[in-house]
């Protein structure tokens, strides 16, 4: 590639695009010396006033009769109010006119003398007319500048200069200044090697991931993992937002991106950051409404040519966050661009202990805190928020001259954060706690008893987003892409868990199950009507997928008749309460092993899969059933933790309404 060349073109680019405010001076300057040169002088005779090497010699308008009499005279110009004349030596005249002089003209055409008029409007004025416009424009750009900016938070004094919004640091993070995260911690472990010693990597061969995603809520503490992988490593870190790429001036954004990419470059080894990668990552489809974006489009198609740019053996990774990876534009996901996601989740119990620590290191703290009570009363509330709360504690132990924080300014601390946050975020109150706790638990007791269910790698009462207040992630058995009708009933008991552990044991259904319901009647209705797997519509396909071509869903048409959908309806239906019934059973079966996950639940808020395995095989013991929790072997049970690192699908999550 002709990298030489290309660059050169972006030094030459990259001084406009990099100052529009320069530019724009410029080019106002060029203008007016233009103006000057073709209006000012434009009468070829000069100004009123001596200027440049043209000297004008004010003269009376007798005198200047007398020259005109003299035939001493080029050429004349009359104004509305003045007039210039040249004399054969090149000397230039003005003088005023005196109105009432009607024979001028007449005697110039007698003596011959070349005259012609000019619109004599004062220079002032003509600039001002002729910069008005300007002006104008100009101030309905800063008009919209500033709005923008205030929307997006990127500065437009800011705009000029890209250096100034790239930030480069030499963090001072370490992994033990991030708590709570370990999976996270575990997974950019690798990361901070290759930047350590690259050489290695390079020279064996081996393909590092050039584009990490870290994705989860606002202050959950991902800036902060990635300068820590950079702190670790001890190298740069270069640190955008990315909302500060877009901006009122295409290509602004296109160019930062260059620049950007140039620094880390001449630095390497090192670490680009880009936050809030959505603002330009947003897929090209989703945003489709709102008319093309070229700005956005632009800047997300530099990055993506960068990314492709360099070669896996320059020591560049790029990480970046978002807490929305769902509406990313496919192309940045695809291989040798972002390829990997690193979840950096809200933290549990454990974790707000670890992170409260972290933050209790620069604190004086009283004798008398205990450290998970505070824990316990933040279930639900980021990183950040801890850090906040501590902050917060301490600043009302100074205003209260206290020498350290007390446990009162801690639980005031948080009783304060709660309120602020409790209309921004979910926070589950208790009562929620409970119903989300059996929910979830009923999930995870039918997927680990009912044969072809798959497992539970994980059961989770944190809430996650705005939305789910839950989720029990499932483990897929192996990379599958096909389904046994026994296998697609189990899925459907799984679903229904949910709902009948609520009516179980709080004796009250919620909305917290509507997603599964949803997705259960999908099942049941796809083995009809598309898999020929029930006696209603035997081996009769009754909808075909007909896959739109534009990916905009799946259209279809009626093709049977009113009784086969009769048929079908009342066929779902049964059998939703047949199951339901049946998991219902199970539930009462299993209901002490249901309070156990529940308490471990409550305690702890995050439970493996393992751990919901023993409480059931215990309770199966103690009560002499035969076990039902269907039996891995050591083998696959290590296939499962590569599938689970690699694939973390099948989650549920419910909709809280
Ligand atoms: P994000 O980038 O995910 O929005 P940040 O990394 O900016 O969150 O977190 C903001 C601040 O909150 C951090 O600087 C740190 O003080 C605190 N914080 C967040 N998460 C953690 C964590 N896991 N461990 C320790 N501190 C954290
Ligand atoms: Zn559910």
Not at 286 to 297: K, L, Q
Not at 448 to 474: F, M, W
Not at 618 to 626: A, P, S, V
């Amino acid at each position: 590639m002709s990298d030489k060349e290309s660059n050169n073109n972006n030094d030459d680019n990259n001084f406009f695009n990099k100052n529009p405010l320069i530019t724009f001076a410029l080019f106002s300057v060029i203008i007016i010396l233009l103006f000057k040169v073709v209006v000012g002088e434009g009468g070829g005779l000069g100004n009123e006033t001596s200027q440049g090497n043209v000297r004008t010699k004010q003269v009376s308008y007798s005198k200047f009769k007398e020259l005109v009499n003299t035939k001493s005279l080029s050429k004349v110009e009359i104004g509305q109010t003045y007039i210039k004349a040249k004399s054969a030596d090149g000397q230039v005249y003005s003088t005023r006119i005196v109105p009432g002089d009607t024979k001028l003209i007449e005697e110039l055409d007698k003596q011959g003398i070349e005259y012609t008029g000019f619109s004599e409007t004062n220079w002032f004025t003509e600039m001002f007319g002729f910069l008005l416009p300007f002006l104008i424009i100009i101030a309905i750009w800063m008009f919209f500048a500033g709005r923008m900016q205030k929307s997006m938070g990127s500065g437009m004094l800011g705009m000029g200069n890209s250096k100034k919004m790239i930030n480069s640091e030499k963090p001072k993070t370490k992994f033990d200044d991030v708590a709570g995260v370990e999976e996270a911690k575990e997974e950019v472990q690798e990361i901070v090697d290759f930047l350590k010693h690259p050489g290695r990597y390079v020279e064996i061969g081996a393909k590092i991931p050039k584009g990490v995603l870290l994705v989860g809520s606002p202050g959950t503490g991902k800036t902060l993992l990635a300068k820590a992988v950079a702190g670790e490593a001890d190298v740069p870190f270069f640190s955008v937002s990315g909302s500060s790429f877009i901006e009122m001036f295409v290509g602004v954004g296109a160019a930062r991106v260059r620049d950007l990419f140039e620094q880390a470059k001449k630095d390497a080894p090192s670490i680009i950051f880009i936050d809030e990668i959505d603002a330009i990552g947003k897929s090209r489809a989703a945003g489709g409404m709102m008319g093309g974006n070229d700005e956005r489009e632009q800047t997300l198609n530099q990055l993506l040519a960068e990314m492709d740019g360099f070669g896996t053996d320059t020591p560049i990774i790029i990480l970046a966050a978002t807490n929305r990876p769902e509406i990313l534009d496919s192309a940045l996901l695809r291989p040798g661009r972002f390829d990997r996601q690193v979840l950096v989740d809200k933290p549990d119990f454990e974790g707000r202990i670890k992170i409260l620590k972290v933050h209790m290191k620069n604190v004086k703290i009283d004798d008398d805190v205990e450290i998970e009570e505070v824990a316990r009363l933040t279930a639900g509330l980021a990183g950040a928020d801890l850090a906040n709360i501590i902050n917060e504690a301490a600043l009302l132990a100074g205003r209260k001259s206290q020498k350290t924080v007390k446990q009162e300014n801690l639980f005031e601390s948080v009783e304060r954060a709660i309120a602020g946050l409790s209309k921004k975020s979910r926070r589950i109150n208790t009562k929620e706690k409970k119903i989300v706790a059996y929910h979830e638990s009923g999930h995870a007791l039918l997927a680990e008893t009912t044969e072809g269910a798959k497992k539970v790698s994980k059961v989770s009462i944190v809430p996650r987003g705005l939305a789910a207040l839950g989720y029990t992630l499932n483990k897929p058995e192996e990379n599958r892409f096909m389904m046994q009708r026994n296998e697609m009933w189990a899925e459907v008991d799984v679903l229904l868990g949910g709902r009948a552990a609520e009516e179980v044991f709080i004796g009250e259904i919620s909305t917290g199950a509507g997603n599964d319901l949803e997705r259960a009647t999908d099942i049941i209705k796809s083995m009809v009507q598309t898999y020929g797997m029930s006696d209603i519509a035997g081996l009769m396909v009754l909808e075909k997928s007909k896959q739109s071509f534009l990916g905009g869903g799946q259209q279809s048409s009626r093709e049977y008749s009113e009784k086969m959908a009769e048929n079908m309806d009342e066929f779902i239906k049964s059998s939703l309460n047949e199951h339901y019934a049946s998991v219902i059973a199970r539930l009462e079966e299993y209901k002490d092993a249901i309070e156990d996950m529940v308490a471990l639940l409550y305690k702890k808020e995050n439970i493996t899969g393992e751990e919901v395995q023993e409480i059931i095989i215990n309770f199966e013991k103690e009560n002499n059933i035969d076990s039902k929790v269907h039996i891995v072997t050591d083998e696959i049970k290590e296939e499962l933790k590569e599938d689970a690192k690699m694939t973390k699908t099948s989650k549920d999550e419910e909709e809280n309404k």
